[in-house]
């Protein structure tokens, strides 16, 4: 990944949905926690990341 961001995004449709949440904790263990929230597909885990960043008005 490192800093191609655009690049990253215009690969992410080619990855299949179920690996999404991999992916979006690879994100998270780079401290890039919104564009995890952005592509996890857990609701559990899409909460915990929403908890982390204080974004809980995703969840009313």
């Not at 996890?40 to 009313?60: C, I, K, M």
């Amino acid at each position: 990944m490192r800093g191609d961001f655009d690049r990253a995004n215009a690969l992410l449709p080619s990855i299949p949905k179920e690996q999404h949440d991999s992916v979006a904790r690879f994100l998270e263990s780079r401290g890039m926690l919104e564009e995890a929230l952005e592509i996890a597909t857990d609701s559990n885990y899409r909460f915990d990341l929403a908890v982390q960043l204080g974004r809980l008005e995703l969840y009313p």
